[in-house]
């Protein structure tokens, strides 16, 4: 099973989760990345390349389908205008090896922070907005699966 | 035609989503047509002077820069990912 | 926030997941066993050593807050008799890290594998039952940790 | 006395979930402890006769065969454990 979608609305992670276990693998792993609080931020807008993010994403997960023995491939991303507490991003994988699920759950984590077009901006409350910088370190651990 | 598309601050700098430039020849590279497009100054220059800053998609694969355009029909201009 | 549960009941996946989400630390990785079917498995009955369970998972998750910058974890195992499709294991972390996020949470999965006291039971619907034998393997991984 | 407890197929063998022995001495070793036991013979012998299939903890702390009991209060003897 390989399921992918980018969307604006939230996501249901109990639901995502429950259908990677009823796969049978006896083993699910998940990633959720929330939006972090502080520094007076208002609102995280993630801008996306709409023809390429999907594929790109779709590409990816496909990646990790050769690399792992998977049963089950979730990954959700959300765009738009996202406030402190909210959920941006899921990877759900299940297998019968726990490690394959685990490691490829890091993967399509990694892999989507370099590899999906997706930009993020931060609002704060006093009105001053900053994109977000790469991290090389980001860059690194991706690499680090081409190993 | 090629057809441009910029994201994030580039798009923000230019002050448009895209554009469509007269097609150039096929070996001109990704570098090239920003080198050409920075040349017009403004907010073409300050979104794309510093081609280290950079990063492309040649129809929705991430491209080096130094990549020919050959026959692809969408370039896009735009900073690192930072999604994720 | 640390959180160690021992219990026969089943536990609520999204309730753990939004309790680790909402510490606000920006990442938070799961991990869940649960029971796979086949071979005529009826049941699998997990045993445990009721003195020593919950403090040595205890022990674990302190290892696991030395190790990593974490701001919660929760693990909770069930004992007793389940059925395919139950689920038997549960690790979540949370953290500003998704690196330690991901990574803490294998760990911990590793470790219970190796250092938690509890012993599985194959039933089996023609009447037959088999203790599951310890995979060298998951030493192997687990002792990984230590390097 | 020292309080012995028994886990899984150990257990099973043996037929009971622990038992009471005389305290020996702090010098005594586990696997010394497990030898006295197996001597027993029957379900002893055969849940205890190979002491490579066995795992040990001391007072709730897993422990190496070859260490001594000390004054510990509760030894448990089972298979290595499969749990997670």
Chains 1, 3 share one sequence.
């Not at chain 1, 989760?17 to 998940?30: D, R």
């Not at chain 1, 931060?122 to 994109?131: K, R, S």
């Not at chain 2, 150039?24 to 300050?46: F, K, N, Q």
């Amino acid at each position: 099973m390989k399921r992918v979608l980018v969307q604006t609305e939230d996501f249901d992670v109990a639901g995502e989760l429950a259908t990677l276990e009823a796969l049978g693998g006896g083993g699910v792993a998940s990633f959720t990345g929330v939006v972090r609080g502080g520094n007076g931020l208002a609102a995280l807008e993630l801008e996306q390349y709409p023809a390429m993010t999907r594929l790109q994403m779709e590409r990816i997960v496909m990646d990790a389908g050769e690399r792992w023995p998977l049963i089950g491939m979730t990954v959700i991303h959300r765009h738009g205008y996202l406030t402190p507490g909210a959920r941006i991003v899921f990877v759900g994988t299940a297998s019968r090896h726990r490690t394959a699920a685990l490691e490829s759950c890091a993967f399509l984590i990694d892999w989507l922070k370099v590899h999906a077009p997706f930009w993020k901006k931060e609002h704060f409350a006093d009105g001053n907005t900053q994109w977000v910088a790469s991290r090389s370190e980001d860059d690194a651990r991706a690499h680090g699966w081409n190993g | 035609m090629l057809s441009i598309v910029y994201f994030a601050w580039v798009r923000e700098m230019i002050g448009r989503d895209g554009e469509a430039l007269p097609r150039p020849a096929p070996e001109t590279t990704i570098a090239d047509v920003i080198s050409a497009l920075a040349a017009r100054g403004d907010g073409y220059a300050a979104a794309l002077g510093d081609q280290q800053r950079l990063r492309a998609a040649l129809d929705q694969h991430f491209t080096p820069l130094d990549h020919a355009i050959g026959d692809a029909q969408e370039l896009a201009l735009f900073p690192p990912v930072t999604g994720g």
